[in-house]
């Protein structure tokens, strides 16, 4: 049985991850791994970049199609999807975040990972407001497939 199975939390050896080409130009990692009747990512993505066999299959991503502009990463009802840009030694990590209060831009809030653990500092570069807030932060390249929500400090 797998970790997501018992206790919610996915792996990263269960996804399928882009090559450092496509982190480069910026692209959506989709971390859904659960079968549900569920599609709003594919009809939220202008390029197509997003498919599905049918309403109950995982979705799969095109990372040549994929220009990570992250219009589907807000739609998802369960916040599976991040948007990652690799930019030298940084990246910019783009995510969903349901809580209060929200980050400011240009504050430095702690990056987490999958586990909810502490793993370093990130500034807030980008704040786009919707049923579901998304947050922008940057922080070192090192931690991008790592951190995947943020705490406001
Ligand atoms: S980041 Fe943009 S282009 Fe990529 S899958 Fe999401 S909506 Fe489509
Ligand atoms: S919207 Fe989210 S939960 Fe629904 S299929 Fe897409 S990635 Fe999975």
Redesign the pocket.
Known sequence: MKRWEKEGIVEITDLSLPDKKHLKKGVAI?E?VQE?P?????DACPFNA?S?ENINA??LIDYEKCVGCGKCVG????L??FVIKIIGDNALLTLPYEFVPLPEEGQIVKALDREGKEICNAVVKKLKFGKTPVVTVELPAEYAMEARNIKVV
Request: include cysteine; aromatic fraction near 0%; proline fraction near 17%.
């Open positions: 989709i859904c549900i569920c599609n709003p990512c594919v997003i599905m995982l979705p739609v998802c009802p369960g599976a999807i």
